[in-house]
């Protein structure tokens, strides 16, 4: 049976990874700069995780929802501590999409409205709502076609405040990444994030802060959202979240009440996907990962923006993007095919760069030294 070719490949067999670096069957090395699209978070087969969850294995896989499963509760408890949101509830799912599901489902509970506000070049998954609320129409299908969504420009406070002031009692909630990702790293800025926080309150709807992917400390906060300095009423998680073992979940404001059924799933919060989360925020809190991201990501910003060939560099913490000029559109099959790096993209010209975020200062520094020779074997300058 064939796979469903749904994915354009590099033609590399990955086999085996660990910590920053990642090798083919053959026994290639490469150095991972990816992260597996900002997946890996505290390194691949980092020690604790993997015997985090080799312990839980043997003590139980899974059970239903129909039950108490305390390792849920300890979850919930170390991400109340260290994502710093005190009192919010936690909800268990599997993806990212899913958790953007949820978020926009229950925004629409509870405020009873239909309308959601989300924004150009977004991206929030592939399921029903997530992908009508994501900026591609090439990935809508007809059925999830639907008029409920109203794209506006990111960061156009004037374009917000008036969608409020003409549907603001329709609106259910307003759905934003901090950090947008697949778009090419485009930052919300605070000001804009201060402005969504209060057109909520005023006219009843609810702040969704998606943060599958610029969340669990890779900016240098532990939600990107959070360097605004106001608080989202949901907040959507997956990627880094498990290091790679499927979770995703949605933080949600105290004021927020649950009422029997309106959420659930199946394999959602099962004993082994929290004993991985837990090892991921256990390695974040003993590494202090928040402050190293912010660090080296602005070691690595820096080093970028005074790269020959570099246009622009953008970003924050381990979650950044950059340009180069026209004669170097090659240069991440450069990277990958003589240099043995893994990096990221985003369309039409932007290289992404989400590595864990305990990668080492030498792995910083060979990745800039590698992209200095590829530079340099690109445009034919001795080095
Ligand atoms: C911001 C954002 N939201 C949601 C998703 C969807 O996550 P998943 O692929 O786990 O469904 C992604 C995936 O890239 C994302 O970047």
């Known amino acids: 049976m064939s796979l469903f070719n749904v994915y354009p490949l590099n033609p590399i067999a990955i086999t085996k990874a660990s910590g920053s670096r990642v090798w083919d069957e053959k026994g290639q090395e490469y150095l991972d700069m990816y992260g597996g699209h900002a997946v890996i978070s505290i390194g691949h087969t980092n020690p604790h995780w993997v015997k985090r969850i080799e312990d839980q294995l043997h003590a139980i896989a899974f059970y239903s929802n129909s039950v108490i499963l305390p390792i849920q509760t300890q979850l919930a408890d170390l991400l109340n501590e260290v994502s710093g949101k005190k009192d919010y509830q936690l909800f268990l799912c599997n993806s990212g999409a899913e958790a953007n599901e949820n978020a926009l489902k229950l925004a629409s509970f509870h405020t009873g409205r239909k309308k959601i506000v989300a924004f150009k070049k977004s991206f929030h998954g592939r399921t029903s709502l997530a992908v009508a609320a994501t900026d591609n129409p090439s990935i809508v299908a007809p059925v999830n076609e639907t008029n409920n969504i109203i794209f506006l420009p990111l960061n156009d406070i004037a374009a917000l405040e008036n969608c409020f002031k003409e549907q603001g009692d329709q609106i259910a909630g307003v759905i934003v990444e901090g950090i947008q990702g697949v778009a090419g790293i485009y930052e919300a800025s605070d000001a804009f994030l201060q402005s969504i926080r209060s057109l909520c309150d005023t006219h009843g709807a609810l702040y969704i802060a998606d943060s599958v992917q610029c969340g669990y400390a890779r900016s240098g906060q532990f939600f990107a959202h959070d360097h605004a300095g106001v608080h989202a009423d949901i907040y959507s998680m997956a ?3 498990g290091n790679g073992f499927p979770i995703g979940g949605i933080l949600i404001a105290p004021h927020i009440p649950p009422k029997f059924g309106m959420l659930g799933t ?6 082994l996907a929290c004993a991985a989360a837990l090892a991921v925020l256990e390695v974040i809190q003993q590494e202090n990962l928040i402050s190293a991201a912010e660090e080296k990501g602005k070691y690595l910003m820096e080093a970028l923006q005074q790269t020959k060939g570099v246009k622009v560099v953008r ?40 590595p864990s975020l305990a990668i080492s200062m030498e792995d910083i520094q060979l990745f800039l030294e590698r992209l200095n020779q590829a530079i340099h074997q690109i445009s034919k300058t001795p080095l």
């Open 239 to 241: 990627k880094g979240m």
């Open 315 to 354: 970003g924050r913490g381990l979650m950044i993007g950059f340009e180069m000029e026209e004669a170097f559109a090659d240069i991440r099959k450069v990277l990958l095919n003589d240099f043995k790096v893994f990096t990221g993209e985003a369309k039409p010209n932007v290289i992404r760069l989400l």
């Open 266 to 271: 199946t394999f959602g919060g099962n004993p």
